[in-house]
C-alpha cells in the first residue's frame, strides 16, 4: 500500500484580521507563536477566500486558535487597517510575488478573562495582561499599536 502525500496548502490570501481580545477592565490576551517562540501575539489570521467576510474571518480565527466561540456581531470593526510587509520567513505561506498584507484591526471584549484552548500547532502559550504590558510584549508594532489604542477605543484605562 502506497501512501499519498497530503494536497498542498492554497497559498495564503494577503489579507487578514487582527483581533484584540480585551475585558472592559483591559486585560488582554496573548497568544505566544509555536513557530517563533518568545514571539507574542494578539489572534491573527488569513482570510480562508476572496469572499470570506471579515467578522466571520474573526469568529473562526478566534475559534481555531482559542476555542472561543463568539458570533460575528460581538467584534467591533475598528475600522483601521494596516499594510505591513510580509516577514520573509513566513512568505513562502504565499503566492510567489506577494510581500505585503492588509490586516484589518477588531476587538472582541469579554466580561472577564477567559481560560482558552490553544492550537497546538499554532501556539505554545497564553497569558493575559494589562494593556500596556501586553504592548510591550507584542512582537508586531501594529498589534503593540492596536494595543495602545484601546483605552480610548472603549474609553477605559487606568
Not at 18 to 40: K, M, N
Not at 130 to 148: K, M, Q, T, V
Request: hydrophobic letters at 35%; charged letters at 20%.
Amino acid at each position: 500500500m502506497t501512501s499519498v502525500p497530503p494536497a498542498p496548502r492554497p497559498p495564503k490570501i494577503p489579507e487578514s484580521v487582527l483581533v484584540v481580545i480585551h475585558t472592559p477592565d483591559l486585560q488582554v490576551l496573548l497568544l505566544e507563536r509555536a513557530d517563533a517562540p518568545g514571539y507574542w501575539q494578539s489572534v491573527t489570521g488569513s482570510k480562508d477566500s476572496a469572499d470570506e467576510a471579515l467578522a466571520e474571518t474573526c469568529c473562526r480565527e478566534v475559534e481555531e486558535e482559542t476555542g472561543l466561540l463568539a458570533a460575528p456581531g460581538q467584534f467591533h470593526d475598528w475600522e483601521l487597517s494596516n499594510v505591513y510587509e510580509i516577514y520573509p520567513r513566513w512568505r513562502h505561506r504565499y503566492a510567489p510575488g506577494v510581500t505585503h498584507n492588509t490586516e484589518h484591526v477588531f476587538g472582541l471584549c469579554l466580561p472577564t478573562p477567559q481560560p482558552v484552548r490553544l492550537a497546538p500547532r499554532e501556539h505554545t502559550a497564553q497569558v493575559w495582561l494589562p494593556w500596556r504590558e501586553a504592548a510591550d510584549r507584542c512582537f508586531s508594532p501594529s498589534n503593540a499599536e492596536a494595543i495602545l489604542q484601546l483605552p480610548a477605543r472603549t474609553g477605559g484605562g487606568r
